[in-house]
Structures are given as C-alpha cells and as structure tokens.
C-alpha cells in the first residue's frame, strides 16, 4: 500500500447506551477545566488509543467522558509505518503506528461529524510534516463546528529539518506554536502535546507557552526498540517506537509535576500509562487538572468512565469534595 493510501476504516455507528452518570463520586464535583474548555469528567480517551471515539461508544456514553481526543490527522491519507507496528514489553507496549490516517477532508467528513452530531466533547489532534502543514491544518479547522479545543500533537518528526522531532527543540516547537496561533481564529483552547525525550521539559513547556499555547498534554510515548533475537532484528518494521503503559507512568508524573512547578496556571492534561483512579489521582496531585486514559483502552475499553467513578472515590477517601481542591496537591504550598 502506498503511503497515500488508506484502508477504508468506515464502521457503522451504533446507538449510544443510556447517558451513563457515574455514581461512585456522585458526591464529588469533577467537573474541570483546560483554560476556558469546561469538562463534565476529568478523564478524556488519549489521542490514537480511541480512534474518534465512535468505537468506544459501544462500550459507554461517550457524551460523558471528559472528552473524546481523535487520533493525530495529518493533512493527507496516510498508511503509516511498515508492519510489524507494535509489541509488547514489560508493563508497557512500543507502537510504531506512523501516524496513519485518512487526511483532513475524510476526517471531518466521516469521523468529527459523527462526534459533532453526538454531542461529543471532542478535541481535535493535529500532525504535520512541516510547521506550514500545521498552519494549513488550524486554518481548515478553525470555522468547523463541535471542536472543543485543538491538541497540536509536535512529537513528529520535521521533514524539513532532517527529521528532528518538533517537540524535542523549543524552537521549532515554538515555531509549529506560532504558525498554529495565528491561524487558529477560533477561541477554543490549543494544547501543544509535548515529548518527555528532552533534557529539560520544561524549557520545552515554556517556549510553548510564550508561543501562545493555552496548556498542554503530557506526556506522549518514549522513544524506544526491542530486538527480535530469533531474526536478529528489531522487532518493530519502522525499527523504532513510542512506550506507553505502567512502565512510562513515573516518567509522565514526574514532568507534570516539574511543568506544573515552574507554570502554576498553565492548565495540563495529564497522561501516560494511567490505569486505576489511583494513578489518575497522581497525576492531578502532580498538577494536572484533567487526565486522557490511553494504553490501558485497548484490553479495557471502558476504562474511561472506571476511571473516573474510582477518581472520584480516592478523592472522597481523602476528604475531598472536588477535584479542582486537588490540582497540584503534592507540591509545596
Ligand atoms: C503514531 O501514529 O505513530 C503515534 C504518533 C504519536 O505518538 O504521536
């Protein structure tokens, strides 16, 4: 297949199930925030773990998540990273997709436009090849309704630039940053996803920001490689891939924790290896204000809503009523 082609990934829509409320923490307030976007649950779907959302809604209504963050799109169809693209490691999965996707146009055709005619909370995840693919994506997006806020996903390689990943410079993260601001006429939030393959995240973090960002998703995957021992070879066709999981989830905290140290108010959406209620609570009390729930949707795909009933129970066992009381709760104040 070439890299222009793409499977038809068309599946029908089923009908949602009854609006699920959870009732666990149903005396918890976890409504939240990312800047100016309200959200009703503090967990969202990770980008790339939950397609556009439509499969999850077999599982659970998908209105009441947090929110529903589509897989990277990039401006073209693209068929992605040779096979073999993912296997397992310990306590984690290295996936080398390739960013695979149906380009822009079918995106809003069939995907945005079922989550927009659902009701659904929906941001919007961007890649690009070059900071103009970037721009030319926020300019699409900017008039298209249902689009709750966009996450600029920089972990990708630049093309332009010998293929250095955006993220793992400040300046051409800044660079992607400016180009998608200026675009974006729109008054939904724009997130930058950032890479925890750096030195020094937070330098990353503040380059984003001067840039224009109004807060960020952190973490995405860690560079990583297994070798097939029997073929003598690494295991993944593109060589290469990104770890999520358990395994990365201290890695994930601990740059939450450093971004929230250094920008207090700088809204994060919090990921990276999130299981349990427990874990997401980490990553709150690290700073985020809100959590996208990624690896763990692939063995159980209701884990969104779990998680969020069992947020709000660890929660209530530490004698808070709402989750906003526990941003950043581990830090020195
Ligand atoms: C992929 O499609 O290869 C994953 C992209 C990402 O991790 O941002």
Not at 99 to 124: C, H, R, Y
Not at 190 to 209: G, H, M
Request: hydrophobic share 40%.
């Amino acid at each position: 297949m070439s890299d222009l082609e793409t499977p038809d990934q068309e599946i029908p829509a089923r009908k949602m199930p009854a609006r699920k409320i959870p009732d666990v923490s149903s005396s918890i307030d976890l409504t939240t925030s990312l800047g100016s976007l309200q959200l009703q649950a503090p967990t969202a779907t990770a980008s790339g773990c939950a397609a556009a959302g439509r499969e999850l809604a077999q599982f659970g209504d998908v209105r009441t998540l947090g929110a529903v963050v589509t897989k990277s799109i990039m401006k073209n169809p693209r068929s992605g990273r040779p096979t073999p693209r993912m296997a397992e490691t310990p306590s984690g999965m290295l996936n080398s997709i390739g960013l695979q996707g149906p380009g822009i146009e079918a995106f809003l055709e069939k995907d945005l436009s079922w989550l927009t005619e659902n009701g659904v909370t929906t941001i919007v995840s961007i890649a690009g090849n070059n900071v103009d693919e970037f721009g030319e994506l926020a300019n699409r997006l900017k008039d298209v309704p249902g689009i709750a806020a966009l996450e600029v996903n920089i972990s990708c390689p630049n093309v332009e630039s010998r293929g250095q990943v955006f993220a793992c410079n400040p300046f051409s993260a800044a660079s992607v940053i400016e180009t998608v601001r200026r675009e974006w006429t729109s008054s939904a939030p724009i997130l930058a996803k950032l890479s925890p393959d750096v030195t020094d995240i937070v330098e990353i973090a503040q380059s984003v920001v001067e840039a224009g960002v109004d807060g960020v998703s952190m973490i995405n995957t860690l560079l990583g490689m297994v070798i097939d021992l029997d073929r003598m070879k690494p295991m993944l066709g593109g060589r290469t891939g990104g770890l999520s999981g358990p395994a990365i989830r201290p890695v994930a905290v601990r740059a939450v924790y450093q971004v929230h140290a250094a920008l207090p108010q700088l809204p994060i959406l919090g990921m990276g290896g999130i299981r349990t209620g427990h874990d997401a609570l980490e990553f709150i009390a690290a700073g985020a204000s809100a959590v996208s729930i990624g690896t763990v949707v692939f063995g159980d795909p209701g884990a969104p809503w779990r998680i969020a009933d069992e947020l709000g129970a660890e929660l209530a066992k530490r004698g808070f009523t709402k989750l906003t009381d526990a941003i950043g709760a581990a830090h020195e104040r």
